[in-house]
């Protein structure tokens, strides 16, 4: 079996047919897993439109055959990519969703549906400040740093190679998540980096929750090598984030709030200006 985890998930239902399903009596405690497709991943480009965003999709035919399905799909605004995996050798045909937006819930079930998958669980990396999630909650690998509450899904050791590792904001493609809100330390950040993805095998996939400059795709061992930050020490890399001076996504006291109460914006109490101490 192809697990996106190798530890216990809380993860939070939801369906294709009537939109997510994300009140809290639907929590449940199960581990993820696909079967086991046998087949060194590899990634072929195609692109596509829809009213509400433009988005590139990476998927692999003969893994498709195998059994697993994997598409990388592109939230424009926001810059953020949404994964969407599923088992297409099992009957009912499950799926996952990690990190999908609101203004492209439209989009991600129509091909969920076109598809002919069954959505049962979307999981988040960490709570985004740029987007409002279309998702619900769950907590797997701590990459706290960018954000106290940041994790990382990775498939297992004896799973087919290489490895994915979806990183979130933790590590980016050549750069990192900023640390300067939402409890975010750029000491906790670095030893997260190093400790719990950097130990990986250096051929590791590393598909991150944003990219601004055109990446879709990295590996362990290319970040290990080649991020301007993270190749530095912990002491330099502390000065270099303290020094970003980044403005605020200008969607935090909108999508901080909302995404605490997993995108129900009905629900969501706003933030105050502590989001700019």
């Known amino acids: 079996m192809l697990r996106i985890n190798t530890l216990i998930l809380w993860l939070v239902k939801s369906s294709p047919l009537n939109g997510w399903n994300l009140s809290p009596q639907t929590l449940t405690k199960t581990t993820l897993s696909f079967p086991k ?8 480009v195609f692109s596509s439109a829809s009213k509400t965003c433009s988005y590139t999709t990476l ?12 598409r990388q799909l592109f939230e424009k605004e926001s810059s953020t990519y949404t994964y969407l995996l599923a088992d297409v050798s099992h009957p009912r045909k499950p799926a996952v969703l990690i990190d999908p937006v609101d203004k492209t819930v439209e989009r991600d079930l129509h091909l969920v549906k076109e598809l002919g998958l069954k959505l049962i669980y979307a999981m988040n990396t960490h709570v985004h400040a740029d ?9 797997v690998r701590a990459t706290p740093g960018h954000t106290l509450g940041c994790v990382t899904y990775v ?9 994915m590792a979806f990183t979130g904001d933790a590590l980016l493609i050549r750069g990192c998540g900023r640390t300067d809100f939402q409890g975010g330390s750029s000491r906790q950040l670095y030893e997260s980096v190093h400790s719990q993805i ?22 362990v061992g290319e970040e290990k090598l080649y991020n301007p930050r993270l190749t530095r020490d912990e002491e330099t890399f502390e000065k270099i984030m303290e020094n970003l001076n980044l403005p605020y996504p200008k969607m935090i006291d909108v999508a901080v709030p909302a995404n605490m109460v997993c995108g129900l914006q009905d629900t969501a109490e706003p933030v105050q200006a502590a989001s700019s101490n």
């Open 155 to 163: 498939t297992g050791s004896d799973q087919p190679q290489p490895r």
């Open 37 to 44: 497709p046998g087949i060194k991943f590899q990634t072929h």
């Open 198 to 219: 950097f130990t990986l095998p250096e051929d590791t996939l590393v598909y991150p929750a944003h990219d601004y400059k055109g990446f879709t795709v990295s590996t």
């Open 59 to 70: 998927c692999d035919s003969s893994m498709t055959r195998r059994g697993l399905l994997f």
């Open 131 to 139: 987007h409002v999630t279309g998702t619900g909650l769950l907590k």
